[in-house]
Protein backbone atom coordinates (compact mmCIF):
# COMPACT_ATOMS: atom_id res chain seq x y z
CA UNK A 1 0.00 0.00 0.00
CA UNK A 2 1.61 3.31 -0.91
CA UNK A 3 0.65 5.77 1.62
CA UNK A 4 0.13 9.55 1.06
CA UNK A 5 0.96 12.07 3.63
CA UNK A 6 -1.31 15.10 3.13
CA UNK A 7 -2.04 18.03 5.59
CA UNK A 8 -4.73 17.23 8.06
CA UNK A 9 -6.52 20.63 8.11
CA UNK A 10 -6.64 24.22 6.42
CA UNK A 11 -6.32 25.91 3.17
CA UNK A 12 -3.28 23.55 2.76
CA UNK A 13 -5.39 20.75 3.11
CA UNK A 14 -8.25 21.91 0.67
CA UNK A 15 -5.86 22.79 -2.20
CA UNK A 16 -4.14 19.71 -1.82
CA UNK A 17 -7.49 17.68 -2.44
CA UNK A 18 -8.13 20.48 -5.36
CA UNK A 19 -4.94 19.55 -6.94
CA UNK A 20 -5.06 15.98 -6.72
CA UNK A 21 -8.79 16.60 -8.19
CA UNK A 22 -7.66 18.36 -11.19
CA UNK A 23 -5.14 15.33 -12.15
CA UNK A 24 -8.15 12.87 -11.56
CA UNK A 25 -7.38 11.46 -8.13
CA UNK A 26 -9.94 12.27 -5.47
CA UNK A 27 -8.81 12.14 -1.68
CA UNK A 28 -11.31 13.04 0.70
CA UNK A 29 -11.53 12.78 4.45
CA UNK A 30 -14.16 10.25 5.86
CA UNK A 31 -15.81 9.99 9.23
CA UNK A 32 -17.11 12.48 11.37
CA UNK A 33 -14.84 16.08 11.40
CA UNK A 34 -12.79 15.47 13.90
CA UNK A 35 -11.29 12.05 12.77
CA UNK A 36 -8.69 11.75 10.87
CA UNK A 37 -9.13 9.20 7.99
CA UNK A 38 -9.14 9.19 4.31
CA UNK A 39 -9.82 7.82 1.13
CA UNK A 40 -8.58 7.96 -2.35
CA UNK A 41 -10.63 7.29 -5.22
CA UNK A 42 -9.49 6.98 -9.25
CA UNK A 43 -6.06 5.75 -8.47
CA UNK A 44 -4.92 1.84 -7.12
CA UNK A 45 -3.39 0.90 -3.68
CA UNK A 46 -3.37 4.17 -2.20
CA UNK A 47 -3.79 5.20 1.23
CA UNK A 48 -4.30 8.90 2.77
CA UNK A 49 -2.13 9.56 5.96
CA UNK A 50 -3.41 13.06 7.40
CA UNK A 51 -0.82 14.71 9.30
CA UNK A 52 0.21 18.20 10.55
CA UNK A 53 2.28 19.64 7.54
CA UNK A 54 4.96 20.28 9.85
CA UNK A 55 5.26 16.79 10.21
CA UNK A 56 5.42 15.33 6.83
CA UNK A 57 9.17 16.05 6.25
CA UNK A 58 10.14 13.98 9.07
CA UNK A 59 7.82 11.01 7.69
CA UNK A 60 9.22 11.27 4.91
CA UNK A 61 12.75 10.78 5.74
CA UNK A 62 11.44 7.97 8.16
CA UNK A 63 9.99 5.90 5.33
CA UNK A 64 6.95 5.96 7.10
CA UNK A 65 5.42 7.25 4.05
CA UNK A 66 5.81 6.95 0.64
CA UNK A 67 4.60 10.36 -0.89
CA UNK A 68 3.70 13.65 1.03
CA UNK A 69 2.83 17.15 0.94
CA UNK A 70 4.55 20.20 1.84
CA UNK A 71 6.67 23.22 1.72
CA UNK A 72 10.31 23.04 0.29
CA UNK A 73 10.96 25.54 3.14
CA UNK A 74 10.04 22.78 5.93
CA UNK A 75 12.24 20.25 4.03
CA UNK A 76 14.93 22.23 3.68
CA UNK A 77 14.57 23.41 7.29
CA UNK A 78 14.06 20.17 8.78
CA UNK A 79 16.18 17.84 6.95
CA UNK A 80 19.70 17.06 7.26
CA UNK A 81 20.50 16.50 3.54
CA UNK A 82 17.33 16.81 2.02
CA UNK A 83 18.15 15.64 -1.07
CA UNK A 84 19.41 12.57 -0.20
CA UNK A 85 16.44 11.93 1.72
CA UNK A 86 13.34 12.84 -0.47
CA UNK A 87 13.07 14.12 -3.90
CA UNK A 88 10.37 16.47 -5.52
CA UNK A 89 8.34 14.93 -7.91
CA UNK A 90 6.08 17.71 -8.57
CA UNK A 91 5.58 21.27 -7.81
CA UNK A 92 1.74 22.35 -6.85
CA UNK A 93 1.69 25.98 -7.09
CA UNK A 94 0.33 26.91 -4.31
CA UNK A 95 1.67 27.61 -0.62
CA UNK A 96 3.67 30.02 -1.80
CA UNK A 97 5.75 31.88 0.60
CA UNK A 98 9.14 33.69 0.56
CA UNK A 99 11.56 32.95 3.76
CA UNK A 100 13.03 36.93 4.10
CA UNK A 101 15.55 38.87 6.11
CA UNK A 102 13.98 42.19 7.60
CA UNK A 103 15.41 44.66 9.75
CA UNK A 104 13.72 47.75 10.89
CA UNK A 105 12.59 50.37 8.08
CA UNK A 106 14.68 53.21 9.75
CA UNK A 107 17.77 51.41 9.64
CA UNK A 108 17.76 53.26 6.03
CA UNK A 109 21.95 52.34 6.17
CA UNK A 110 21.13 48.79 5.57
CA UNK A 111 19.86 47.47 2.48
CA UNK A 112 22.39 44.75 1.73
CA UNK A 113 23.70 41.40 2.82
CA UNK A 114 27.16 43.19 3.17
CA UNK A 115 25.51 46.34 5.08
CA UNK A 116 23.54 43.91 7.45
CA UNK A 117 27.57 42.27 7.96
CA UNK A 118 28.64 45.81 9.08
CA UNK A 119 26.57 46.66 11.24
CA UNK A 120 26.29 43.67 12.94
CA UNK A 121 30.10 44.28 13.26
CA UNK A 122 29.29 47.38 14.69
CA UNK A 123 26.69 46.49 16.82
CA UNK A 124 28.48 44.22 18.55
CA UNK A 125 31.32 46.69 19.32
CA UNK A 126 28.82 48.41 20.97
CA UNK A 127 26.37 46.91 23.08
CA UNK A 128 29.16 43.74 23.41
CA UNK A 129 26.59 40.77 22.24
CA UNK A 130 26.10 40.19 18.65
CA UNK A 131 23.35 41.23 16.79
CA UNK A 132 20.31 38.94 17.17
CA UNK A 133 17.79 37.51 14.26
CA UNK A 134 14.81 36.07 15.11
CA UNK A 135 13.70 32.91 13.36
CA UNK A 136 12.30 29.47 13.48
CA UNK A 137 14.31 28.75 10.14
CA UNK A 138 17.40 28.34 12.02
CA UNK A 139 19.17 25.71 9.21
CA UNK A 140 18.25 27.91 6.78
CA UNK A 141 18.96 31.42 7.64
CA UNK A 142 22.26 30.13 9.13
CA UNK A 143 23.22 28.47 6.01
CA UNK A 144 22.25 31.33 3.89
CA UNK A 145 24.08 33.80 6.10
CA UNK A 146 27.51 31.59 6.39
CA UNK A 147 27.42 31.44 2.42
CA UNK A 148 27.34 35.43 2.20
CA UNK A 149 29.68 35.94 4.74
CA UNK A 150 27.77 37.37 7.57
CA UNK A 151 29.28 37.43 10.89
CA UNK A 152 28.62 38.83 14.23
CA UNK A 153 25.06 37.50 14.26
CA UNK A 154 23.47 35.21 16.45
CA UNK A 155 19.43 33.65 16.04
CA UNK A 156 17.05 34.01 18.70
CA UNK A 157 14.51 31.06 18.26
CA UNK A 158 11.04 32.65 17.72
CA UNK A 159 7.94 30.37 17.07
CA UNK A 160 5.80 33.11 16.25
CA UNK A 161 4.79 36.22 16.32
CA UNK A 162 8.21 37.08 15.01
CA UNK A 163 7.64 40.07 13.49
CA UNK A 164 6.81 41.94 17.25
CA UNK A 165 10.25 40.16 18.15
CA UNK A 166 12.24 43.47 17.33
CA UNK A 167 9.83 45.95 18.84
CA UNK A 168 9.78 43.87 22.07
CA UNK A 169 13.44 44.08 22.08
CA UNK A 170 14.46 40.75 22.24
CA UNK A 171 15.94 40.87 18.73
CA UNK A 172 16.83 43.41 15.98
CA UNK A 173 16.25 41.62 12.97
CA UNK A 174 14.12 38.77 11.97
CA UNK A 175 13.97 35.77 9.05
CA UNK A 176 10.48 34.50 8.86
CA UNK A 177 7.92 33.73 6.02
CA UNK A 178 6.42 36.38 4.24
CA UNK A 179 3.56 35.86 1.11
CA UNK A 180 2.92 39.57 0.96
CA UNK A 181 4.76 41.44 3.19
CA UNK A 182 1.65 43.73 5.08
CA UNK A 183 2.81 41.78 8.62
CA UNK A 184 6.39 43.38 8.45
CA UNK A 185 4.94 46.81 6.48
CA UNK A 186 2.52 46.89 9.85
CA UNK A 187 5.84 46.28 12.18
CA UNK A 188 7.89 49.26 10.75
CA UNK A 189 10.09 46.69 9.14
CA UNK A 190 11.52 45.90 5.30
CA UNK A 191 12.82 43.25 3.40
CA UNK A 192 16.24 42.97 2.68
CA UNK A 193 18.18 42.37 -0.32
CA UNK A 194 16.09 41.50 -3.95
CA UNK A 195 16.05 37.54 -3.34
CA UNK A 196 14.81 35.72 -0.41
CA UNK A 197 16.53 32.99 1.67
CA UNK A 198 14.32 30.63 -0.14
CA UNK A 199 11.44 30.71 -2.41
CA UNK A 200 9.02 28.25 -0.67
CA UNK A 201 5.62 26.68 -2.50
CA UNK A 202 3.73 23.19 -1.15
CA UNK A 203 5.60 20.54 -3.54
CA UNK A 204 4.60 16.19 -3.96
CA UNK A 205 7.65 14.99 -2.21
CA UNK A 206 8.66 11.26 -2.84
CA UNK A 207 10.12 9.42 0.04
CA UNK A 208 13.75 8.11 -1.14
CA UNK A 209 14.06 5.97 2.64
CA UNK A 210 10.63 4.18 1.89
CA UNK A 211 10.03 0.69 1.47
CA UNK A 212 8.94 0.60 -2.62
CA UNK A 213 7.72 -2.84 -3.15
CA UNK A 214 6.14 -3.81 -6.99
CA UNK A 215 2.79 -2.51 -5.65
CA UNK A 216 3.87 1.08 -4.15
CA UNK A 217 5.61 1.62 -7.62
CA UNK A 218 2.95 0.57 -9.82
CA UNK A 219 0.70 2.78 -7.79
CA UNK A 220 3.82 5.60 -8.13
CA UNK A 221 3.73 4.96 -11.57
CA UNK A 222 -0.21 5.62 -12.08
CA UNK A 223 -0.24 9.15 -10.01
CA UNK A 224 3.08 9.83 -12.24
CA UNK A 225 1.08 9.83 -15.25
CA UNK A 226 -1.70 11.55 -14.11
CA UNK A 227 0.76 14.10 -12.47
CA UNK A 228 2.35 14.59 -15.75
CA UNK A 229 -0.59 14.03 -18.42
CA UNK A 230 -1.79 17.54 -16.37
CA UNK A 231 1.13 19.31 -16.83
CA UNK B 1 39.89 0.15 10.72
CA UNK B 2 41.61 -0.31 14.46
CA UNK B 3 39.08 -0.47 16.83
CA UNK B 4 37.92 1.72 19.62
CA UNK B 5 40.11 0.81 22.68
CA UNK B 6 43.00 0.54 19.87
CA UNK B 7 42.65 4.31 19.14
CA UNK B 8 42.03 5.19 22.65
CA UNK B 9 45.30 3.74 23.72
CA UNK B 10 47.18 5.70 20.92
CA UNK B 11 45.57 8.76 22.19
CA UNK B 12 46.76 8.38 25.83
CA UNK B 13 50.63 7.16 24.30
CA UNK B 14 51.05 10.03 22.23
CA UNK B 15 49.54 12.14 25.06
CA UNK B 16 52.73 10.84 27.51
CA UNK B 17 54.99 11.02 24.62
CA UNK B 18 54.52 14.97 24.80
CA UNK B 19 54.66 14.79 28.42
CA UNK B 20 57.48 13.30 28.23
CA UNK B 21 58.77 15.70 26.17
CA UNK B 22 57.73 18.95 28.80
CA UNK B 23 53.86 19.40 28.77
CA UNK B 24 52.18 18.91 32.04
CA UNK B 25 48.78 17.01 31.33
CA UNK B 26 45.44 18.84 31.33
CA UNK B 27 42.08 17.03 31.82
CA UNK B 28 39.23 19.06 31.04
CA UNK B 29 34.99 19.23 30.77
CA UNK B 30 33.03 17.61 28.07
CA UNK B 31 30.20 19.94 28.56
CA UNK B 32 31.66 23.11 27.37
CA UNK B 33 29.18 26.80 28.52
CA UNK B 34 27.55 27.07 24.81
CA UNK B 35 28.36 30.89 25.08
CA UNK B 36 31.57 31.07 25.14
CA UNK B 37 31.89 29.27 22.61
CA UNK B 38 29.38 31.09 20.98
CA UNK B 39 30.85 33.81 21.39
CA UNK B 40 34.57 32.72 19.59
CA UNK B 41 33.27 30.94 16.68
CA UNK B 42 29.95 32.89 16.02
CA UNK B 43 26.77 30.88 15.40
CA UNK B 44 28.18 28.56 12.67
CA UNK B 45 29.14 26.69 15.43
CA UNK B 46 26.16 25.66 16.24
CA UNK B 47 26.39 23.90 12.92
CA UNK B 48 29.45 22.07 13.76
CA UNK B 49 29.09 21.30 17.52
CA UNK B 50 26.42 19.31 19.54
CA UNK B 51 24.17 21.23 21.81
CA UNK B 52 22.51 20.16 24.81
CA UNK B 53 20.76 22.05 27.81
CA UNK B 54 21.10 21.98 31.13
CA UNK B 55 18.45 23.00 33.54
CA UNK B 56 20.78 25.17 36.00
CA UNK B 57 23.41 25.80 33.47
CA UNK B 58 21.87 27.18 30.78
CA UNK B 59 23.11 25.92 27.22
CA UNK B 60 26.18 23.66 26.87
CA UNK B 61 28.32 22.27 23.76
CA UNK B 62 29.99 18.78 23.92
CA UNK B 63 33.30 19.95 23.67
CA UNK B 64 34.56 20.14 19.87
CA UNK B 65 37.94 21.19 20.82
CA UNK B 66 40.15 21.22 24.04
CA UNK B 67 41.87 24.67 22.57
CA UNK B 68 39.19 26.71 24.16
CA UNK B 69 39.42 24.99 27.60
CA UNK B 70 42.78 24.89 27.41
CA UNK B 71 42.89 28.81 27.50
CA UNK B 72 40.77 29.57 29.36
CA UNK B 73 42.09 27.39 32.01
CA UNK B 74 46.03 28.79 31.56
CA UNK B 75 44.77 32.25 31.48
CA UNK B 76 43.02 31.48 35.10
CA UNK B 77 46.16 30.56 36.46
CA UNK B 78 47.18 34.17 35.40
CA UNK B 79 51.16 32.06 34.55
CA UNK B 80 52.91 33.20 31.60
CA UNK B 81 54.46 30.22 30.54
CA UNK B 82 52.79 27.06 30.40
CA UNK B 83 53.30 24.12 28.09
CA UNK B 84 49.64 21.20 28.17
CA UNK B 85 49.30 18.02 26.69
CA UNK B 86 45.74 16.45 26.57
CA UNK B 87 43.86 13.82 24.83
CA UNK B 88 40.28 12.33 24.75
CA UNK B 89 36.94 12.79 22.68
CA UNK B 90 36.03 15.29 20.49
CA UNK B 91 32.43 15.92 19.03
CA UNK B 92 31.41 17.58 15.41
CA UNK B 93 28.81 17.17 13.68
CA UNK B 94 29.30 15.93 10.48
CA UNK B 95 26.65 17.20 8.10
CA UNK B 96 28.79 17.73 5.34
CA UNK B 97 30.70 14.49 5.67
CA UNK B 98 28.41 11.99 7.07
CA UNK B 99 31.10 9.36 6.28
CA UNK B 100 33.14 11.00 9.11
CA UNK B 101 33.04 10.36 12.90
CA UNK B 102 30.89 12.34 14.38
CA UNK B 103 33.14 11.76 17.65
CA UNK B 104 36.99 10.89 17.54
CA UNK B 105 40.08 11.14 19.60
CA UNK B 106 42.48 13.78 19.64
CA UNK B 107 45.67 14.35 21.41
CA UNK B 108 46.80 17.71 21.59
CA UNK B 109 49.86 20.29 22.92
CA UNK B 110 49.49 23.51 23.70
CA UNK B 111 52.36 26.29 23.89
CA UNK B 112 52.29 29.37 26.19
CA UNK B 113 54.56 32.14 26.46
CA UNK B 114 58.23 32.22 25.32
CA UNK B 115 59.96 33.14 22.14
CA UNK B 116 56.84 33.02 19.40
CA UNK B 117 59.66 31.43 16.83
CA UNK B 118 60.37 29.43 18.96
CA UNK B 119 57.62 27.89 20.08
CA UNK B 120 56.14 27.77 16.65
CA UNK B 121 59.16 25.33 15.81
CA UNK B 122 58.74 23.67 18.96
CA UNK B 123 55.02 22.58 18.73
CA UNK B 124 55.41 21.50 15.01
CA UNK B 125 58.23 19.54 16.27
CA UNK B 126 56.97 18.04 18.70
CA UNK B 127 53.78 16.81 16.40
CA UNK B 128 56.43 15.60 13.71
CA UNK B 129 58.48 13.39 16.14
CA UNK B 130 55.37 11.53 16.67
CA UNK B 131 54.71 11.29 12.68
CA UNK B 132 57.74 9.87 11.99
CA UNK B 133 58.04 7.33 9.17
CA UNK B 134 54.35 8.12 8.16
CA UNK B 135 53.84 8.58 4.66
CA UNK B 136 52.48 11.91 5.54
CA UNK B 137 53.44 15.81 4.16
CA UNK B 138 53.83 19.14 5.72
CA UNK B 139 52.29 21.86 4.44
CA UNK B 140 52.77 25.08 6.69
CA UNK B 141 51.14 28.69 5.85
CA UNK B 142 51.72 32.32 8.06
CA UNK B 143 47.81 34.00 8.70
CA UNK B 144 50.15 36.38 10.16
CA UNK B 145 51.57 37.56 6.83
CA UNK B 146 48.14 38.48 5.27
CA UNK B 147 47.41 40.38 8.57
CA UNK B 148 50.26 42.10 7.98
CA UNK B 149 49.76 42.90 4.20
CA UNK B 150 46.45 43.99 5.00
CA UNK B 151 47.56 46.33 7.92
CA UNK B 152 50.10 47.78 5.38
CA UNK B 153 47.32 48.57 2.84
CA UNK B 154 47.27 52.39 1.64
CA UNK B 155 44.03 53.03 3.42
CA UNK B 156 41.52 53.68 5.55
CA UNK B 157 41.64 51.84 9.11
CA UNK B 158 37.81 51.02 8.91
CA UNK B 159 38.72 49.34 5.63
CA UNK B 160 41.60 47.64 6.82
CA UNK B 161 39.54 46.14 10.53
CA UNK B 162 36.78 45.40 7.96
CA UNK B 163 39.15 42.85 5.99
CA UNK B 164 41.33 41.78 8.87
CA UNK B 165 37.37 40.20 10.16
CA UNK B 166 36.64 38.24 6.65
CA UNK B 167 40.55 37.00 6.46
CA UNK B 168 38.46 33.48 7.54
CA UNK B 169 35.75 33.97 4.74
CA UNK B 170 37.86 34.25 1.70
CA UNK B 171 34.56 34.90 -0.47
CA UNK B 172 33.37 38.43 1.94
CA UNK B 173 37.01 39.19 1.40
CA UNK B 174 37.19 39.37 -2.07
CA UNK B 175 34.00 41.43 -1.92
CA UNK B 176 35.10 43.77 0.17
CA UNK B 177 38.88 44.35 -1.46
CA UNK B 178 36.63 44.65 -4.97
CA UNK B 179 34.83 47.17 -3.30
CA UNK B 180 37.59 49.07 -1.92
CA UNK B 181 39.95 49.33 -4.60
CA UNK B 182 37.18 49.68 -7.60
CA UNK B 183 37.38 53.38 -9.13
CA UNK B 184 33.13 53.36 -9.47
CA UNK B 185 31.43 56.58 -7.59
CA UNK B 186 30.41 54.54 -3.88
CA UNK B 187 27.94 57.81 -3.23
CA UNK B 188 26.21 57.44 -6.12
CA UNK B 189 25.74 53.52 -5.27
CA UNK B 190 23.27 54.77 -2.51
CA UNK B 191 21.00 56.80 -4.68
CA UNK B 192 21.75 59.97 -3.40
CA UNK B 193 21.45 59.13 0.78
CA UNK B 194 25.11 60.09 1.38
CA UNK B 195 24.93 63.03 -0.46
CA UNK B 196 22.16 63.81 1.52
CA UNK B 197 23.49 63.14 4.97
CA UNK B 198 26.89 65.11 3.66
CA UNK B 199 24.25 68.13 3.14
CA UNK B 200 22.73 67.77 6.65
CA UNK B 201 19.31 66.36 5.74
CA UNK B 202 17.38 64.46 8.08
CA UNK B 203 17.33 61.16 6.39
CA UNK B 204 15.62 59.61 9.29
CA UNK B 205 12.28 62.01 9.43
CA UNK B 206 10.34 60.06 7.22
CA UNK B 207 12.13 56.20 7.94
CA UNK B 208 9.75 54.86 10.20
CA UNK B 209 9.52 54.55 13.90
CA UNK B 210 12.69 53.67 16.16
CA UNK B 211 12.00 50.06 17.14
CA UNK B 212 14.81 47.51 18.89
CA UNK B 213 18.21 47.88 20.47
CA UNK B 214 20.04 49.71 17.79
CA UNK B 215 19.86 53.28 17.80
CA UNK B 216 19.22 56.26 15.40
CA UNK B 217 22.64 57.29 16.46
CA UNK B 218 24.52 53.92 15.59
CA UNK B 219 22.21 54.26 12.04
CA UNK B 220 23.71 57.74 11.79
CA UNK B 221 27.07 56.91 12.92
CA UNK B 222 27.71 54.04 10.26
CA UNK B 223 26.25 56.95 7.46
CA UNK B 224 28.99 58.88 8.60
CA UNK B 225 31.26 56.26 8.03
CA UNK B 226 29.82 55.17 4.55
CA UNK B 227 30.25 59.27 3.40
CA UNK B 228 33.72 58.98 4.47
CA UNK B 229 34.31 56.21 3.08
CA UNK B 230 33.08 57.04 0.00
CA UNK B 231 35.44 59.74 -0.34
CA UNK B 232 38.44 57.49 0.71
CA UNK B 233 40.57 56.78 -2.39
CA UNK B 234 40.64 53.10 -4.36
CA UNK B 235 42.93 50.82 -2.48
CA UNK B 236 46.03 50.89 -5.45
CA UNK B 237 45.64 48.15 -7.72
CA UNK B 238 49.16 47.34 -7.18
CA UNK B 239 48.42 46.55 -3.55
CA UNK B 240 45.66 44.09 -4.51
CA UNK B 241 47.21 42.49 -7.34
CA UNK B 242 50.10 41.77 -4.13
CA UNK B 243 47.82 40.00 -2.25
CA UNK B 244 46.70 37.81 -4.71
CA UNK B 245 50.45 36.54 -5.40
CA UNK B 246 50.67 36.07 -1.23
CA UNK B 247 47.49 34.02 -1.13
CA UNK B 248 48.92 32.00 -4.38
CA UNK B 249 52.56 31.56 -2.72
CA UNK B 250 53.34 27.81 -3.23
CA UNK B 251 56.67 26.21 -2.99
CA UNK B 252 59.26 25.33 -0.55
CA UNK B 253 59.25 27.14 2.80
CA UNK B 254 62.49 28.03 2.94
CA UNK B 255 62.54 29.58 -0.63
CA UNK B 256 59.73 32.08 0.73
CA UNK B 257 60.69 34.71 3.08
CA UNK B 258 62.60 36.29 0.06
CA UNK B 259 59.76 36.95 -2.09
CA UNK B 260 57.92 38.48 1.30
CA UNK B 261 61.17 40.86 1.45
CA UNK B 262 61.07 41.88 -2.13
CA UNK B 263 57.11 42.23 -1.61
CA UNK B 264 57.61 44.26 1.22
CA UNK B 265 58.89 47.67 -1.15
CA UNK B 266 55.21 47.83 -2.40
CA UNK B 267 53.76 46.75 1.23
CA UNK B 268 56.26 47.74 3.59
CA UNK B 269 54.89 46.40 6.50
CA UNK B 270 55.47 43.05 5.02
CA UNK B 271 59.39 43.33 5.92
CA UNK B 272 58.18 42.10 9.43
CA UNK B 273 56.42 39.55 8.10
CA UNK B 274 59.18 38.17 6.56
CA UNK B 275 61.93 39.11 8.98
CA UNK B 276 59.27 36.55 11.88
CA UNK B 277 59.27 33.85 9.17
CA UNK B 278 62.95 33.77 8.85
CA UNK B 279 63.38 33.66 12.85
CA UNK B 280 60.45 30.47 12.65
CA UNK B 281 62.59 28.76 9.35
CA UNK B 282 66.05 29.00 11.32
CA UNK B 283 64.23 27.99 14.88
CA UNK B 284 62.87 24.82 13.01
CA UNK B 285 66.15 24.16 11.09
CA UNK B 286 67.91 24.47 14.59
CA UNK B 287 65.30 21.03 16.04
CA UNK B 288 66.26 19.06 12.72
CA UNK B 289 63.37 20.13 10.30
CA UNK B 290 64.35 19.21 6.89
CA UNK B 291 63.32 22.48 5.03
CA UNK B 292 63.59 21.11 1.94
CA UNK B 293 60.39 18.96 2.25
CA UNK B 294 58.52 21.35 4.14
CA UNK B 295 56.17 23.12 1.96
CA UNK B 296 54.22 26.77 2.03
CA UNK B 297 50.79 27.75 0.85
CA UNK B 298 49.90 31.74 1.25
CA UNK B 299 46.26 30.85 1.83
CA UNK B 300 46.92 27.64 3.81
CA UNK B 301 44.47 27.70 6.81
CA UNK B 302 42.23 30.80 5.57
CA UNK B 303 39.09 28.15 5.92
CA UNK B 304 39.36 26.52 8.93
CA UNK B 305 38.02 27.76 12.44
CA UNK B 306 38.73 31.34 12.74
CA UNK B 307 41.34 31.69 15.51
CA UNK B 308 44.66 30.58 13.91
CA UNK B 309 46.56 34.27 13.13
CA UNK B 310 50.20 32.97 12.47
CA UNK B 311 51.85 30.54 11.67
CA UNK B 312 49.83 27.68 10.18
CA UNK B 313 50.83 24.04 9.58
CA UNK B 314 48.64 20.54 8.74
CA UNK B 315 49.85 17.07 8.38
CA UNK B 316 48.67 15.54 5.28
CA UNK B 317 48.47 11.90 3.84
CA UNK B 318 51.04 11.74 1.04
CA UNK B 319 49.26 10.82 -2.27
CA UNK B 320 45.61 11.52 -0.53
CA UNK B 321 43.39 14.30 -1.73
CA UNK B 322 43.18 16.49 1.06
CA UNK B 323 38.90 16.68 0.65
CA UNK B 324 39.11 12.82 1.43
CA UNK B 325 41.12 12.57 4.03
CA UNK B 326 41.09 14.52 7.23
CA UNK B 327 44.47 16.11 8.14
CA UNK B 328 46.74 13.34 10.44
CA UNK B 329 47.45 16.33 12.81
CA UNK B 330 47.06 20.19 11.93
CA UNK B 331 48.05 23.35 14.24
CA UNK B 332 48.63 27.02 14.33
CA UNK B 333 49.62 30.21 16.33
CA UNK B 334 46.39 31.90 18.07
CA UNK B 335 47.55 35.10 20.16
CA UNK B 336 44.08 36.68 19.57
CA UNK B 337 42.02 34.25 21.29
CA UNK B 338 44.06 34.37 24.41
CA UNK B 339 43.62 38.08 24.48
CA UNK B 340 39.86 37.62 24.35
CA UNK B 341 39.64 34.81 26.67
CA UNK B 342 41.94 36.35 28.97
CA UNK B 343 40.11 39.85 29.35
CA UNK B 344 42.45 41.63 27.34
CA UNK B 345 45.88 40.47 28.37
CA UNK B 346 47.28 38.73 25.72
CA UNK B 347 49.83 35.49 25.99
CA UNK B 348 51.02 34.37 22.67
CA UNK B 349 50.03 30.93 22.12
CA UNK B 350 50.24 28.19 19.64
CA UNK B 351 49.26 24.40 19.68
CA UNK B 352 48.23 21.49 17.57
CA UNK B 353 46.34 17.86 17.42
CA UNK B 354 47.23 14.54 16.11
CA UNK B 355 44.37 12.56 15.08
CA UNK B 356 45.40 8.85 16.49
CA UNK B 357 42.62 7.13 14.15
CA UNK B 358 44.66 8.64 11.53
CA UNK B 359 47.69 7.84 12.67
CA UNK B 360 46.93 3.78 13.59
CA UNK B 361 45.40 3.47 9.92
CA UNK B 362 48.28 4.73 8.32
CA UNK B 363 50.89 2.48 10.53
CA UNK B 364 48.18 -0.03 9.89
CA UNK B 365 48.39 0.61 6.11
CA UNK B 366 52.19 -0.16 6.60
CA UNK B 367 52.46 -3.45 7.81
Given amino acids: MLKLGVPSKGRLMEQTFEWFAERGIQLARTGSDREYAGAVTGVEGVELVLLSAGEIPRELAAGRIHLGVTGSDLVREKLARWDATVESLALMGFGHADLILAVPKFWVDVETLSDLDAAAAAFRAEHGHRLRIATKYHRLVRDYLRQHGVADYQLVDSQGATEGTVKNGTAEAIADITSTGETLRANHLKILGEDPIHASQANLFRSLTADWGEAELASLAQIDGMVKAAA | MPDRAAIRDEAH??????????????EGAILQPADTLLDLYGEDIRGRAYVTADPLRGEQMLRPDFTVSVVQAHMESGRGEGRYAYSGLIFRQQEENPERPSEYFQTGLEIFGGDPAE???EAFAMIRDQLDGLPVRAIT??????IAAVDGLETSDIRKAALR???WRPERFKALLARYSSTEDLARLRGGLLAKVKAGEDVLAEAGPEIGLR????VMARLGRLVADAEEPPIPAEQVALLDRILRLRGAAWAMAAPLRELAGVIPSLAEAATRMEARLAAL?????????????????????????????GFLVDGQSRDNWPPVASGGRYDEMTRVLGNGRPVPAVGGVIRPEQVLKLREAQC
Fill in chain 2, 13 to 26: RLRRAFEAAGAEPF
Fill in chain 2, 119 to 121: ADA
Fill in chain 2, 141 to 146: GDIGVL
Fill in chain 2, 165 to 167: RHL
Fill in chain 2, 215 to 218: SPAE
Fill in chain 2, 285 to 313: EARGIDLDTLEFEGSFGRTTLEYYDGFVF
